[in-house]
């Protein structure tokens, strides 16, 4: 079989040993994850690009595969093999989270449990809400939040929602895997991205599985000087945690006490919190990338005092992204569509030849290069079109307007897009939305002309999908590729593999989300802000709807301007200091938690090559490397002890 790059491919990597290991440790997190993140408050098994969980079984998978293959050779595990067990984790270990049931299963329920006679949510959107959409059910929902005495679920309301919400998860995953296809030879081959968060696998994984000795990144010194400083720090931090007489290697500070006066206090909150994992992948990063991370996060904050300083207002971005101002999220949406044209730009010789291809048979004239990519981009292309137009349909059958169920599609696949491309070429731990496309939709043509209905149905869609993107699955797609064509892997074996996980773990983790919740009751585990939160914003767009925004959509052309800009300089100057990557990031809130971080990083690095040189940078990059694998792997024995404690010392957190 070969592979999707056309690439030479080792023999081995989809078995029925690889599937099976790859099934449990996602099944595993079905079932841990609920009780892990919310009962326990544990860090979360995925929280981010680089997920811990997932990362933790990797390392334990390859000390026993090594121990394994001098007793029981057939029992231990390839580089293919592990690769596709990589895959499978990373790509669905974020579904038990946020990723679907975390956000999507309180809102379900949420608009009849939290109805009352004063804010009238009845009269304002039930009625707009189809009865097959959700469990309408006072008594599922009270199950839901409060929990169940007896244990016993209710399941019959939940099962027509849960399926059709699936389908429409299906729809999303699809139309994110086909993009990656389309995408991934151009970011990949092309442009020789550098897949920052895809370095640390690449070298715990090592070269092929045919010794009985670990991969050389375990044996070198450097890895444990990396785990004593990780496990100094949070061997005390946790032991604290536990323990407070013991004493706390501080990490985490804060200006905002020093900035409680007008106009300082607009640039509040300004957190400095330290994560050795950061740095570490900081480090990894062009200087140029990391420089423009962290400039343009204290633009967007001297933007603040500036307009508080000329008495200009500042609304904050509605909802749950209250983190940021409404201007720098029009800003950024103007400099996602800038790059996302660029990325078409500089994809479009390989995009044409596809797209022409859908209507054509291969020319004989083509060169080999092109019929080898055409056939698996070509239904890469085909796949994509068709997954967007499902979810336009499943978005009509629920009630949404074709134009905005077009323009939702459109704006959602533009962001998933930008977040890959920040993960790809800059490592971005977190990617966090500072806006939603029914925020653009609402800057352009105001609350009224929208829709009642289009405004209720979009906040189950948004809730579900589009408030949290930390766990996006398309950075996990394209980065797994990159560790398969690292590693010589098939694939379309990896593809295969994923796809399977994601269809099991979508019924399972929603089976035993549920099971955990209705007994223990969602208010108990701290979600009912995040049934709520979203029926409470849209009770206030529907009392007091806003007009077209002439404000939001000067500062939308802002950003096209200043990004198209920014841009062109980039590319025609080469001692430009700036990377257009810091427009799209500015104001986001998972910049904001890792800032300090990424300063540290960056600064280590240009000292680094301006006093040492390049070979001084290149022998202290495995230093790095174990320096995020010793905070994880501390990090993760933390999460084991939490699960037996029923309290969690947490990493990367806010």
């Given at each position: 079989?070969?592979?999707?790059?056309?690439a030479?491919?080792?023999?081995?990597?989809?078995?029925?040993?690889?599937?099976?290991?790859?099934?449990?440790c996602?099944?595993?997190?079905?079932?841990?994850?609920?009780?892990?993140?919310?009962?326990?408050?544990?860090?979360?098994?995925?929280?981010?690009?680089?997920?811990?969980?997932?990362?933790f079984?990797?390392?334990?998978?390859?000390?026993?595969s090594?121990?394994l293959?001098?007793?029981?050779?057939?029992?231990?595990l390839s580089?293919g093999?592990?690769v596709?067990?990589?895959g499978?984790?990373?790509?669905s270990?974020?579904?038990?989270?946020?990723?679907?049931?975390?956000y999507?299963?309180?809102a379900?329920?949420?608009p009849?449990?939290?109805a009352?006679p004063e804010?009238?949510?009845?009269?304002l959107?039930?009625?707009?809400i189809?009865?097959?959409?959700?469990?309408?059910?006072i008594?599922?929902?009270?199950?839901?939040?409060?929990?169940?005495?007896?244990g016993?679920?209710?399941?019959?309301?939940?099962i027509?929602?849960?399926?059709?919400?699936?389908?429409?998860?299906?729809?999303?995953?699809?139309?994110m895997?086909?993009?990656?296809?389309?995408?991934?030879?151009?970011?990949?081959?092309?442009?020789?991205?550098?897949?920052p968060?895809?370095?640390?696998p690449?070298?715990?994984?090592g070269?092929?599985?045919?010794?009985?000795?670990?991969?050389?990144?375990?044996?070198?010194?450097?890895?444990?000087?990396?785990?004593?400083?990780?496990?100094?720090?949070h061997?005390?931090?946790?032991?604290?945690f536990?323990?407070?007489?013991?004493?706390?290697i501080?990490?985490r500070f804060?200006?905002?006490?020093?900035?409680?006066?007008?106009?300082?206090?607009?640039?509040?909150?300004?957190?400095?919190?330290?994560?050795?994992?950061?740095?570490?992948?900081?480090?990894?990063?062009?200087?140029?990338v990391?420089?423009?991370?962290?400039?343009?996060?204290?633009?967007?904050?001297?933007?603040?005092?500036?307009?508080?300083?000329?008495?200009?207002?500042?609304?904050?971005?509605p909802g749950?992204?209250?983190?940021?101002?409404?201007?720098?999220?029009?800003?950024?949406?103007?400099?996602?569509?800038?790059?996302v044209?660029?990325?078409g730009?500089q994809?479009?010789?390989?995009?044409?030849?596809?797209?022409?291809s859908?209507?054509?048979?291969?020319?004989?004239?083509?060169?080999?290069n092109?019929?080898?990519?055409?056939?698996?981009?070509?239904?890469?292309?085909?796949?994509?079109?068709?997954?967007?137009l499902?979810?336009?349909?499943?978005?009509?059958?629920?009630?949404?307007s074709?134009?905005?169920?077009?323009?939702?599609?459109?704006?959602?696949?533009?962001?998933?897009?930008?977040?890959t491309?920040?993960?790809?070429?800059?490592?971005?731990?977190?990617?966090?939305?500072?806006?939603?496309?029914m925020m653009?939709?609402?800057?352009?043509?105001?609350?009224?002309?929208?829709?009642?209905?289009?405004?209720?149905?979009?906040?189950?869609?948004?809730?579900?999908?589009?408030?949290d993107?930390?766990?996006?699955?398309?950075?996990?797609?394209?980065?797994?590729?990159?560790?398969?064509?690292?590693k010589k892997?098939?694939?379309?074996?990896?593809?295969?593999?994923?796809?399977?996980?994601?269809?099991?773990?979508?019924?399972?983790?929603?089976?035993?989300?549920?099971?955990f919740?209705?007994k223990?009751?969602?208010?108990?585990?701290?979600?009912?802000?995040?049934?709520?939160?979203?029926?409470?914003?849209?009770?206030?767009?529907?009392?007091?709807?806003?007009?077209?925004?002439?404000?939001?959509?000067?500062?939308?052309?802002?950003?096209?301007?200043?990004?198209?800009?920014?841009?062109?300089?980039?590319?025609?100057?080469?001692?430009?200091?700036?990377h257009?990557?810091g427009?799209?990031?500015g104001?986001?809130w998972?910049?904001?938690?890792?800032?300090?971080?990424?300063?540290?990083?960056?600064?280590?690095?240009?000292l680094t090559l301006?006093?040492?040189?390049?070979k001084?940078?290149?022998?202290?990059?495995p230093?790095?490397?174990?320096?995020?694998?010793?905070?994880?792997?501390?990090?993760?024995?933390?999460?084991?002890?939490?699960?037996?404690?029923?309290?969690?010392?947490?990493?990367?957190?806010?």
């Amino acid at each position: 079989m070969r592979d999707l790059g056309g690439a030479t491919i080792a023999p081995e990597s989809l078995t029925i040993k690889a599937v099976a290991i790859g099934l449990i440790c996602v099944i595993c997190f079905c079932v841990i994850t609920p009780y892990n993140n919310h009962y326990v408050r544990n860090t979360y098994l995925a929280s981010n690009h680089l997920p811990i969980g997932p990362l933790f079984l990797l390392v334990c998978l390859i000390c026993i595969s090594v121990g394994l293959r001098r007793q029981i050779p057939k029992l231990s595990l390839s580089t293919g093999e592990l690769v596709v067990i990589w895959g499978m984790m990373s790509v669905s270990a974020s579904i038990p989270s946020k990723a679907f049931v975390e956000y999507l299963l309180p809102a379900l329920v949420a608009p009849y449990y939290f109805a009352t006679p004063e804010n009238q949510w009845h009269q304002l959107f039930h009625a707009h809400i189809p009865i097959w959409l959700t469990p309408e059910n006072i008594v599922t929902a009270r199950g839901f939040y409060e929990g169940i005495d007896s244990g016993e679920i209710l399941w019959a309301p939940w099962i027509i929602p849960l399926l059709i919400w699936m389908l429409y998860a299906l729809s999303l995953y699809g139309a994110m895997i086909c993009l990656t296809i389309i995408l991934r030879h151009q970011w990949i081959q092309n442009e020789r991205m550098t897949f920052p968060l895809v370095q640390l696998p690449a070298e715990i994984i090592g070269l092929p599985q045919d010794s009985n000795r670990l991969p050389t990144f375990f044996k070198n010194r450097w890895m444990w000087i990396a785990f004593a400083i990780a496990g100094t720090l949070h061997l005390f931090n946790g032991l604290h945690f536990y323990f407070p007489q013991f004493p706390l290697i501080p990490t985490r500070f804060s200006l905002d006490p020093l900035l409680a006066e007008k106009p300082f206090s607009a640039i509040r909150p300004l957190p400095l919190d330290i994560h050795l994992s950061v740095i570490g992948i900081t480090y990894l990063l062009a200087e140029q990338v990391s420089f423009s991370i962290w400039f343009f996060y204290l633009f967007y904050k001297f933007e603040c005092f500036a307009f508080s300083s000329l008495g200009w207002p500042m609304p904050n971005s509605p909802g749950e992204f209250g983190f940021t101002r409404s201007f720098a999220s029009h800003q950024e949406m103007g400099a996602f569509l800038v790059i996302v044209c660029l990325i078409g730009w500089q994809a479009r010789k390989r995009l044409l030849v596809t797209m022409k291809s859908m209507f054509s048979a291969v020319s004989k004239n083509r060169t080999s290069n092109d019929k080898e990519f055409i056939s698996d981009e070509h239904w890469a292309l085909w796949g994509l079109l068709s997954m967007l137009l499902l979810q336009i349909m499943l978005s009509q059958l629920m009630g949404i307007s074709l134009w905005v169920a077009l323009s939702i599609t459109l704006f959602s696949a533009i962001m998933w897009v930008i977040f890959t491309w920040q993960v790809s070429s800059a490592g971005v731990l977190i990617v966090h939305p500072t806006f939603r496309p029914m925020m653009m939709l609402r800057t352009m043509f105001g609350d009224r002309r929208i829709g009642v209905h289009n405004l209720t149905l979009n906040t189950f869609q948004a809730r579900g999908f589009r408030t949290d993107l930390t766990q996006l699955i398309m950075p996990h797609v394209m980065n797994t590729f990159k560790l398969s064509n690292e590693k010589k892997t098939k694939s379309i074996s990896l593809l295969m593999a994923m796809i399977a996980a994601i269809f099991i773990v979508l019924p399972v983790s929603s089976y035993f989300f549920l099971r955990f919740t209705c007994k223990v009751g969602a208010n108990a585990l701290g979600l009912s802000w995040v049934g709520h939160t979203g029926f409470r914003v849209l009770e206030s767009r529907l009392i007091y709807p806003a007009d077209m925004d002439p404000t939001n959509l000067g500062f939308f052309l802002l950003g096209i301007i200043s990004t198209l800009s920014i841009m062109l300089i980039y590319h025609r100057f080469l001692w430009w200091p700036l990377h257009p990557i810091g427009c799209t990031t500015g104001s986001s809130w998972g910049i904001q938690m890792f800032f300090l971080s990424i300063f540290l990083g960056w600064l280590l690095k240009y000292l680094t090559l301006k006093y040492s040189g390049l070979k001084t940078y290149s022998r202290a990059r495995p230093m790095f490397l174990r320096l995020i694998l010793g905070e994880y792997v501390i990090g993760a024995i933390w999460i084991i002890i939490g699960l037996f404690a029923g309290k969690g010392y947490r990493i990367l957190t806010a």
